[in-house]
């Protein structure tokens, strides 16, 4: 057995069947102590010594197979088959074009992709967990890669255990061990050794890194960190995938499959065509239907998809909320309800008694927050709690029942670590004169039952050093009444609901007498109370949740609130809100309505009372069947499985436990329900801005192939080659197209209904619009060519002609398109996407370039052009646009605001 396990110079951490050995053991070879833990010097040397707590990552796909992943895309094959049999045609230019197509977009890709993960990665970097850590003699929340072997680690239900611990103390400790043992049933713990060869899974005093604490609370030392934990040792922690695959882009991939599919069948009629009717060649034929398929490919789609939802992401890491799963980023615009918890989300968890309910007296109680400014009266001025031996007891019963710790910082501010209803408790009983250390020297706890909301009490076992033992009890008045025998009491009853409808949280406060010899507090065997007295407590509305409320009634999304509070409670702070609610729907309630009931209960009611989780996943289920999409939130290990129902799980970054947090598939670093409305808003943009590009890119395609089909039937010469337009889709899609990832909300995008999930990818008046642009756009391209023609001009003049007229035109749609219906004949629509006017420049860079750079002209057969056409082809766009500004006005007229 080591003496001392941590020598000072191996950076190993030693392997020791720790349990086997007694949790003293575990100290003594760590040097360090149960109570007080590691001196900070101590645990930074440590640190040094045995590295952070981490565990390397699992290796992502490699490079070479992500560049190959570029071009397994139905889209991109047919253009390989494209170029290899123009190639085997003797085309080398026309072959080298797409070939060069094709690989500069999969370069495209392949950089963009990398980018997205990054920024998903950075994004997932922000949640980093955390644990509760003793270090000289107090707690602290740290990152869990700073925790280093000797330190005392505190675990609660829904902790992710970051290191392997020896349990010191356990209080209920189930953990799920199923991510090291596969085994699906949670684990009982307990202190005692376990022999030496118990199996991983039968190591009862034992924690390890990566299980999850379903239940209780413990104390444990840290034995092992990083590659030293069991986990560590058995390779990489399976880390969840980064997938940049979404609903969306699945269909957006069939949808690439059915344009594919249809290209090709168009395909051949046009080749059977060119080579019957018109009297073409075989190989003039097949080059027509190249022209064709390559113009119709939008192969820049995929890229442009995938850039609009990393950007859209980043953009609500930027305002708090954090995307764990990429769908929610496009599913988040279409929610309809959303379910919020009060306390700290709606409100903002700051907590303070504003009055003391005694049994034959009341008191105000003056100050705000967790400063001990302010004192406490009655209805006859100013009391003194040194002459209110009753609210003496109340206070002390309030600090013996209360894990709270208030901080008083260097700038006089004060905050809690812990519960903030119980931290308001010790600022009462500062106020009330109590010294916390001498009322826990006086009493010390022996032992207790934390507050779990199923529960809604608390309860520690006390004794006085003079041989008395005794419990305190602490919890929701209807519980605590009940088990003081006062359950029916109509004047206690009144004077509840008269605090609660002033929306203060009322806590019961009560004591009991038991045998000296009692040293564990039994919920099976608890004795009976004695009221002592209650507290109401007010913890007021964020402003800012206020206006979000608002903001959300008006985008059509219902805002409900289920809260742990009492009824009339959550009614008052409903109201201050701005909840539409008619009365509370409580859990009680719930549990007697069957699912029918409830569904039509679940509509008429904003306000939901002394709901638990279980009522959550009922609330969720009803309305899920009333066809809703509902965003819900939650923060305790209990919330987990109605987050992971949830069309979108909504956890608490800073409250939230690791188990909510796993479950959810958004994060809200700063608890903020403001924060959930400004991500729906961001979702809504993302989901515009697809909408946007598909608008903006299928129209290209739809012209560009429309122009070859309609010379084809007239049998005139092609108006562009296929090398052109490849050219035009590349150089549109790169740029212009990516300025629509930055497009800013549309004006009044939460004054719209949200979007139906099952809406279609392409809706009729997106389709129409496709239609209609691609018609206009062949129109006027091949106008263009046949000037140039009749007016003498070369073939070269006037397919570089048309080109320009294309991408000219297509320059110009971007601003049509900015919109889906709203005018763009002002300044705003052209100056307010400053990315556009950046990609507008370049691109009238590139044309001039493709005009009248030789090399240029040499690869794409273009050829100067004069002012006279540079005339009709400004002329030609201006038209287009207008054209589309008309179309625009048709559906606005309709009451049409998107597409
Ligand atoms: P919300 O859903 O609004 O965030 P909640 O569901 O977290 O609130 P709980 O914390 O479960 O609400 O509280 C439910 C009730 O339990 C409270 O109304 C209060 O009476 C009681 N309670 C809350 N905190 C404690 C505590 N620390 N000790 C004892 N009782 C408590």
């Not at 080749?271 to 390559?294: K, M, N």
């Not at 009655?378 to 009753?390: F, I, L, R, T």
Request: glycine letters at 10%; proline letters at 5%; one cysteine or more.
């Amino acid at each position: 057995m080591p003496s001392t396990a941590a020598p000072a110079s191996s950076t190993e951490m030693p392997a020791v069947a720790w349990h086997a050995r007694t949790a003293d053991q575990a100290l003594e070879a760590w040097q360090t102590d149960a109570t007080a833990g590691l001196e900070f010097d101590e645990s930074r040397r440590r640190l040094e010594q045995y590295g952070p707590n981490t565990i390397p990552e699992a290796r992502r796909r490699g490079p070479f197979v992500r560049a190959i992943a570029q071009f397994n895309n139905p889209l991109i094959l047919v253009l390989l088959v494209a170029g290899t049999v123009t190639g085997v045609l003797q085309h080398h230019l026309d072959s080298a074009v797409i070939f060069g197509v094709v690989v500069i977009n999969a370069i495209i890709g392949y950089v963009q992709e990398g980018k997205a993960e990054n920024a998903l990665d950075a994004v997932r970097a922000m949640l980093a967990s955390h644990a509760t850590v003793v270090r000289e003699g107090s707690r602290h929340r740290v990152e869990s890669g700073e925790l280093v072997p000797g330190d005392i680690v505190l675990l609660e239900a829904g902790d992710r255990v970051a290191v392997d611990l020896r349990l010191l103390r356990e209080h209920g400790l189930r953990v799920d061990e199923s991510a090291l043992t596969g085994e699906s049933m949670p684990v009982e713990k307990d202190i005692g050794p376990a022999p030496v060869d118990a199996s991983i899974g039968d190591r009862t005093c034992m924690a390890y890194s990566g299980t999850l604490v379903v239940h209780g609370q413990a104390r444990g030392v840290v034995i092992a960190t990083g590659a030293g934990t069991e986990v560590g040792q058995i390779g990489a922690m399976v880390s969840e995938t980064t997938s940049l695959a979404t609903p969306l882009t699945t269909r957006i991939d069939q949808f690439a499959r059915q344009i594919t599919g249809f290209i090709l069948i168009v395909g051949a009629l046009a080749f059977a065509f060119a080579w019957g009717v018109g009297g073409h060649s075989v190989l003039e034929a097949f080059l027509v239907v190249v022209g064709l398929g390559v113009a119709a490919i939008p192969e820049g789609l995929p890229a442009i998809i995938t850039i609009v939802l990393a950007i859209g992401t980043r953009a609500m890491a930027g305002e708090r909320a954090i995307v764990r799963r990429l769908p929610a980023v496009e599913t988040l615009g279409s929610v309809t309800v959303i379910c919020s918890d009060k306390t700290g989300t709606l409100t903002r968890n700051e907590m303070t008694v504003v009055r003391v309910l005694l049994p034959e007296s009341e008191l105000t109680c003056s100050g705000v927050g967790y400063a001990p400014d302010g004192g406490l009266a009655d209805a006859h001025g100013a009391v003194d709690p040194s002459e209110c031996p009753v609210l003496l007891r109340l206070a002390t019963a309030g600090l013996l029942c209360n894990d709270a710790v208030l901080h008083h910082g260097d700038d006089d501010s004060w905050s809690v670590v812990g519960d903030p209803t119980e931290g308001a408790l010790v600022t009462l009983a500062m106020k009330a004169g109590l010294e916390r250390h001498e009322v826990a020297a006086d009493f010390p706890r022996v032992d207790h039952v934390p507050f779990e909301s199923e529960n809604r009490f608390m309860a520690t076992l006390h004794h006085d050093h003079r041989g008395h033992s005794f419990m305190v009890l602490k919890g929701a008045p209807e519980r605590v009444l009940a088990m003081c025998g006062l359950a029916g009491n109509d004047e206690w009853h009144d004077r509840i609901v008269r605090a609660a409808a002033e929306g203060e949280r009322v806590l019961a406060l009560a004591t009991a007498e038991v045998g000296p010899e009692t040293d564990s507090l039994d919920l099976e065997h608890l004795p009976r109370f004695d009221l002592i007295g209650m507290v109401g407590l007010l913890d007021p509305p964020r402003p800012e949740a206020v206006a979000a409320v608002a903001e959300c009634q008006a985008a059509g999304i219902t805002v409900k609130m289920i809260t742990g509070d009492h009824g009339a409670t959550a009614e008052a702070i409903g109201r201050e809100l701005g909840l539409q609610s008619e009365g509370v729907l409580t859990g009680d309630a719930i549990e007697a309505m069957d699912d029918e009931s409830l569904r039509a209960a679940v509509d008429e009611n904003d306000v939901i009372g002394r709901a638990s989780p279980e009522h959550k996943m009922r609330l969720m289920a009803a309305l899920q069947a009333r066809g809703h999409y509902v965003a819900m939130t939650g923060d305790g290990v209990n919330d987990a499985p109605a987050l992971k129902a949830a069309d979108i799980g909504v956890a608490m970054g800073h409250r939230g436990t690791d188990a909510a947090r796993e479950a959810s598939d958004l994060v809200l670093t700063d608890d903020n329900f403001a924060t959930i409305a400004s991500a729906v808003k961001q979702g809504r943009v993302v989901f515009d801005n697809i909408k946007k590009s598909l608008l903006f890119i299928l129209p290209t395609n739809g012209g560009e192939a429309g122009l070859i089909l309609v010379a084809l039937l007239l049998a005139r010469t092609m108006p562009v080659t296929v090398g052109q337009i490849l050219w035009v889709n590349m150089v549109t899609a790169v740029t212009l197209a990516l300025a629509l990832a930055f497009e800013p909300p549309e004006p009044g995008v939460m004054r719209q209904s949200p979007r139906a999930p099952t809406e279609p990818l392409i809706t009729r008046p997106l389709g129409i619009r496709i239609a209609y642009v691609s018609f206009v756009m062949a129109l006027i391209t091949l106008a263009a060519f046949e000037w140039e023609l009749s007016r003498g001009g070369s073939i070269e003049v006037a397919r570089t002609t048309a080109v320009n007229v294309l991408v000219f035109a297509e320059i110009l749609y971007l601003f049509n398109v900015r919109h889906f219906t709203a005018s763009a004949l002002n300044r705003r629509a052209f100056t307010g996407n400053r990315v556009a006017l950046v990609v507008t420049g370049v691109l009238i860079a590139l044309q001039v370039a493709f005009t009248y750079a030789p090399p240029l002209q040499k690869v794409f057969a273009s050829e100067a052009l004069g002012w006279a056409s540079w005339a009709v082809i400004i002329g030609l766009a201006i038209a287009k646009f207008l054209a589309v500004e008309a179309e625009k006005a048709l559906w606005r007229r309709r009451g049409v605001r998107r597409m």
